[in-house]
């Protein structure tokens, strides 16, 4: 049974404590690195805070404090990441009141990040010149990317039970612990557990290459995967292509723009992508949905002037 905590203890200490009880072993790898930074910020921000110290002037000048080194997003993650323990405190009577109260969020100004992505002509350049052999490498994990819109760790997990060749559509259902000690982990978020169509060229293609394959096993891993040694392989494709070089999440991003221009839904791109709000996919693709919706309003007025 754990011991009742006081508030002398050192606030970082309390964190500390918190994170091992109720995130480590309930939260993805990931997520726990994030966990385990914020407390070395602590440790940095604010070493000496003590926990019953924690009122709400003291957390807004912690939050300033971190804003003055990151964007307003990382900000508000930063912000989430203490709320829940700070809340458990609170339950526990160690901070007399909520600090997170009204909190403000300050952070800053985010650097423009401009999407790359290529044009239909450019990405069928670059399909046109993959080795796709007899057996699996990696031009065929990049003509999946180039097709589906998987992110990284899904493509990585694909096994061959997972393609459903007379559906023509393949099942995203886990992902591969590439940053860590490899295995099967969970998808990003449940609207991530998805079937993607695929054209019948790519059935024929992958129900050929995983013939003989274990069908539980990934197709693409063999050893330790590291995403610089696919993204350094499609670079130099693309070099020789002589096309704007892009990542393989580039790819995804193109996946998504050419069926946006193309006509498909936001709605259904935010499904196939496995996006957990269509939020998400109006956000990334903004500059995208503004032009095509720049393209709307002149059919509109072509129309109403024929109406005349």
């Given amino acids: 049974m754990l011991e009742k905590g006081n508030n002398t ?11 091992e009880i109720y995130k480590n072993r309930a939260v993805r790898k990931v997520t726990m690195d994030k966990y ?3 407390y070395k910020w602590l440790v940095r921000l604010v070493p000496d805070l003590k926990t019953g110290d924690l009122n709400r002037n003291m957390y807004q000048l912690l939050l300033n404090q971190y804003a003055e080194f990151h964007e307003r997003q990382t900000v508000m993650d930063f912000h989430h990441q203490l709320k829940g323990a700070i809340l458990d405190a609170v339950d526990e009577g160690l ?9 403000i969020i300050k952070g800053k100004t985010p650097r423009a990040k401009k999407i790359k992505y290529l044009n239909q002509f450019q990405l069928q350049t670059l399909i046109a010149s993959l080795e796709l052999k007899e057996k699996v490498n990696w031009d065929y994990f990049i003509l999946l990317s180039a097709k ?9 997990a694909l096994t061959p039970e997972d393609f459903d060749f ?16 490899g295995g099967f ?9 998805r079937k993607i169509q695929i054209d019948w060229q790519t059935v024929i293609q992958f129900s050929e290459l995983v013939k ?24 130099r494709i693309c070099e020789r292509c002589k096309i704007p070089v892009v990542s393989i999440h580039g790819l ?55 109406l005349s």
């Avoid at 393949?170 to 000690?181: A, E, F, L, P, Q």
């Avoid at 982990?185 to 557990?193: A, D, E, F, G, H």
Wanted: hydrophobic fraction near 35%; aromatic fraction near 8%; charge should be positive.
């Fill in 9 to 19: 203890e050192l606030f970082c200490d309390y964190y500390a404590m918190w994170i």
């Fill in 36 to 38: 385990l930074m914020t």
């Fill in 95 to 103: 901070i007399d009141r909520d600090p997170t109260r009204k909190a």
């Fill in 148 to 156: 589906t819109g998987m992110r990284f760790s899904e493509t990585l």
């Fill in 166 to 181: 007379k559906g023509q559509a393949v099942s995203i259902s886990k992902t591969w612990d590439y940053k860590g000690n």
């Fill in 185 to 193: 982990l969970p998808t990003k978020n449940r609207s991530s557990i």
């Fill in 212 to 235: 003989g394959l274990p069908p539980n096993q990934p197709i693409f891993v063999f050893g330790k995967v590291y995403n610089s040694t696919v993204n350094d392989k499609l670079r």
């Fill in 252 to 306: 995804r991003h193109t996946h998504a723009s050419l069926l946006l221009f193309t006509g498909v839904s936001t709605a259904s791109v935010a499904l196939r992508l496995g996006h957990s709000s269509i939020n998400t996919t109006q956000k990334t693709y903004l500059h995208i949905i503004q032009e095509l919706e720049n393209k709307d309003v002149d059919l509109v007025m072509r129309l109403l002037a024929g």
